[in-house]
């Protein structure tokens, strides 16, 4: 019956001028005004249709996909729910087309009262996106624009994860043309899931499309981003404190240009050094708060503030911030989980992957004299556990090594789990190293305590449940491996069906963790947005 | 020193009052008798009083107890600079603090009846004087419920237990500890007390609890657990064994006892996926706004 009202659209219209101008009764020109409304809806819709589908597409699959799977308690963020609304008008538009067509063979009374009954049920979902749209005043309101206006409804997406949309690319290749940052290539066939996330190859470093000079792009920066592509630095405190380290230097060589002041123009030449950062490597959570604290440090310096004096106020500002917020993090967490006996003799601990911080507090505990042994957990293409593996024996503490795929083989001799995190989302869910979320799944099957430890800097107002909408892809020639002198994916381009995935990041849900380990203390993971709630009220 | 334990037995006295209420009272008598020349020196001598008082009875709630006193009442020390008015200013709060505490009982009473509809058939397990006050509210409300209540060995305080509830007219049975899966598909709810109530939501309470919250799951009825607010604990156990020693057993016991791990414990831990709300002073709550109200308790 939808299907019905949009064909006889240019005739209703008339009708309903018609009916307008005689001023016939208002429900019915109500209802016509309303048909005529969903139609302009539509005709937007089709209009936006590479822009707002895709979107709706990728909302649509979490929406549906969250939905079998245990639903936080938490609302979705203003992002999602917002785009919500006009995902429901397409959502039960096709429901009420789907269930026209079956009725159509055979049209009894009952089939005509359905079809009516579908048609209201549309009318009514129009209904109330329009109501939503015409500026009702709402509590829960955010961008409630009229119904021509359906774009702003959706909030500003990031760019990296609207890969497959045209316009954003488009939009993005502009603003790096007007920065001089040369935009780096997509890379390979991309598995669909994941085709609106970038992949880029390591063969292909963007540096190659720099001029030499660069005038733009500060070279320590141009190291770090090329540090960052190549792997040479990776882990997420490394990689925030090599930031800090590189925009200090650019800070010690920055002058005042005349008639412009320090915190506006710094902050300026920052934005095209960060874009080439991301897109070297998409910056993590971590990197992303650092940035934020610097830009507001700069943007807070009094314009009166003579510039060797700010410049100096700046250096100490990064300094104190890697000091406090890294580094005696660090201390104070491995303080706290040696003290609170978090690692007790005769403790069996395992380990995934090299986090920085687990293999510090480790090697603390040793050093009080704890006796444990660790067993590391390693996974391809990237092997990071072999770095602990050497870090710990170094030490002296007794490891055995396994790969993931002996996971269930080895948990019954586990006491703990402890695990890095790449950052802690607002709705409790750990981001970390792909694989960890499979280690606290198989550890919750044993009953095995699993403690994550994570400083609070990395903690984000982010919400996500899965792993698809927002990750990393990196290169997928990572996965090509030469065995016995045959090297089997080795062409793997010129096979049309064939994608490989190489992901880098997954999420974990809070059901999993039994304890989060912060400076601020231990909290279980649902305490994670009251301690953001606390440093926003501080700061 | 010895005063305070000799005031510590006479709190006891009065069986009607919680140990750590009673610990609470002798650490404020002991701040007024104290004639100490600094405000460290105080605290200090504070806390090798609470030392010496969980020295004398180990369990959870003293120690929580002593250090929440602690908290609240040197939140304002660094305010004077005379110390007899500093002294002055703790007391007041000290007494402040014991009335409010003194409330609770009644608070968490007042909030927990009305989850108790006419009809309904209980679980409790061992004695706990909030869930009788509880009991008591619901039986003065007019609604009819029967109990039934474990023997809760080693020290039979369930039969006490029982004993006080046909007192209040309430119909009551006693139940063997391991016939707790059995007596679980007539009830419709279950309601224990708490010894302490730790970071995660969890709670430790007396032994035998643990197996009661895995059955209550296993059979969908609701798990609710009452205490009062100065029972919130920092403590943050993963498992069983995760439990400080010092609480697991009682005192005499761990100064006399060779070899702890003959000991039975007296406490377990039962872990927040297993507890459905706990009534507090400070409101109804799910295990996890336990720890945001820690966080505001402590920090």
New interface residues.
């Given amino acids: 019956m939808a299907d019905s009202g949009v064909i006889d659209g240019p005739g209703r219209k008339d009708e309903i001028e018609r009916a307008k101008s005689e001023g016939k009764d208002l429900t019915k020109e109500e209802k016509q005004r309303l048909r005529k409304e969903k139609k302009q809806q539509k005709k937007i819709k089709e209009k936006k249709d590479d822009k707002a589908s895709q979107e709706n597409e990728k909302e649509k699959k979490p929406v549906t996909s969250a939905a079998p799977a245990s639903q936080p308690p938490t609302q979705p963020t203003v992002q999602k729910a917002p785009s919500a609304v006009p995902a429901t008008a397409p959502v039960s538009v096709p429901a009420s087309e789907a269930s026209v067509p079956a009725d159509k063979p055979t049209k009894t009374k009952a089939e005509l009262k359905a079809e009516r009954r579908a048609r209201q049920e549309a009318e009514r979902a129009s209904k109330q996106t329009k109501k939503g749209e015409t500026g009702q005043q709402a509590a829960t309101s955010k961008p409630k624009a009229p119904p021509s206006d359906l774009q702003p409804v959706v909030k500003r997406l990031p760019e990296h994860i609207q890969v497959d949309n045209p316009d954003v690319l488009k939009k993005l290749a502009k603003k790096l043309e007007r920065q001089q940052i040369p935009l780096r290539s997509d890379y390979g066939y991309k598995v669909s899931l994941f085709s609106h996330l970038h992949q880029y190859s390591r063969k292909a470093p963007l540096t190659q499309q720099l001029s030499i000079p660069s005038t733009v792009i500060h070279p320590a920066i141009v190291r770090l981003g090329l540090q960052y592509s190549h792997g040479i630095v990776a882990g997420s405190n490394a990689r925030s404190v090599a930031l800090l380290h590189a925009f200090k230097q650019v800070i010690r060589d920055y002058t005042t240009p005349q008639n412009e002041e320090l915190s506006r123009d710094l902050v300026n030449k920052l934005k095209p050094y960060i874009s080439f950062l991301n897109q070297c490597r998409p910056l993590s959570a971590s990197m992303g708060n650092a940035i934020k604290y610097i830009k507001k440090e700069i943007s807070n310096i009094p314009s009166n503030c003579k510039e060797d004096e700010a410049k100096n106020k700046l250096l100490n500002c990064i300094e104190s911030y890697i000091n406090e917020k890294i580094i005696l993090a660090g201390v104070a967490i491995a303080k706290c989980a040696i003290e609170?006996?978090?690692i007790s003799d005769g403790d069996v601990i395992l380990v995934y992957g090299c986090s920085s911080l687990v293999n510090h507090i480790l090697c603390k505990a040793f050093e009080k004299n704890r006796k444990f042994r660790v067993i590391v957990v390693d996974s391809r293409p990237r092997l990071e556990g072999k770095e602990a593996l050497r870090r710990l024996v170094q030490k002296g503490i007794s490891c055995t090594y396994v790969l993931i795929s002996a996971v269930s083989y080895i948990l019954p001799e586990v006491s703990?789990v402890f695990l890095g995190a790449h950052a802690l989302l607002a709705n409790g869910y750990v981001m970390s190293r792909v694989g960890t979320s499979q280690i606290a799944l198989v550890a919750k099957a044993f009953n095995v305590?699993v403690?994550v430890c994570c400083e609070t800097y990395k903690f984000c107002d982010r919400v996500q449940t899965d792993s698809f909408v927002s990750n990393e892809l990196d290169d997928p020639d990572d996965l090509i491996v030469t065995r016995k002198g045959t090297t089997p994916l080795e062409g793997w381009e010129n096979e049309s069906s064939l994608g490989l995935l190489n992901l880098v990041y997954d999420v974990t849900p809070p059901?999993f963790v039994?304890?989060v380990i912060t400076e601020?203390g231990?909290?279980?993971c649902?305490?994670v947005p009251?301690v953001l709630r606390?440093k926003n009220v501080d700061q | 020193i010895d005063n305070s334990i000799s005031l510590l037995d006479q709190m006891k006295k009065d069986p009607d009052m919680a140990s750590a209420v009673a610990a609470i009272r002798t650490l404020l008598e002991f701040l007024k008798r104290d004639k100490g020349e600094t405000i460290l020196g105080l605290r200090e001598s504070l806390t090798s009083a609470t030392d010496c008082l969980t020295g004398v009875d180990s369990s959870v709630a003293v120690s929580s107890g002593g250090e929440l006193f602690l908290r609240f009442i040197s939140l304002t020390s660094l305010e004077h600079q005379d110390l007899s008015r500093c002294k002055k200013v703790m007391e007041e709060r000290g007494e402040l603090f014991l009335e409010k505490i003194s409330m609770s009982r009644t608070k968490v009473a007042k909030l927990c009846h009305t989850f108790i509809k006419d009809g309904a058939k209980i679980l409790t397990h061992s004695y706990s004087r909030v869930v009788l006050r509880v009991l008591e509210k619901a039986a003065a409300e007019k609604k009819r419920f029967s109990v039934y209540v474990t023997e809760s060995q080693p020290d039979a305080a369930g039969q006490h237990m029982a004993e006080a509830l046909r007192k209040l007219n309430v119909p009551v049975t006693v139940v063997l500890d391991a016939a707790v899966g059995y007596v679980l598909e007539k009830v419709d709810l279950v309601i224990v007390g708490a010894e302490g109530v730790v970071?995660?939501?969890g709670i430790i309470n007396k032994i035998g609890t643990y197996q009661m919250a895995l059955c209550s799951k296993a059979h969908n009825k609701p798990f609710y657990v009452v205490a009062e607010s100065f029972k919130f604990v920092r403590l943050?156990p993963?498992?069983q064994q995760?439990v400080?020693d010092k609480f697991k057993y009682k005192a005499d016991t761990l100064k006399t006892a060779k070899n702890l791990s003959e000991e039975h414990p007296i406490i377990d831990y039962t872990p927040?996926?297993l507890i459905t709300l706990l009534f507090t002073d400070l409101g109804v709550l799910t295990p996890?706004a336990v720890?945001?109200e820690l966080?505001k308790l402590y920090?």
């Fill in positions: 609170k006996q978090k703990k305590p403690l059901d039994d304890l601020l231990m909290i279980p649902t305490s009251v606390v | 970071e995660s939501g943050y993963l498992n995760d400080p927040p996926s996890s720890s945001d966080i920090l």
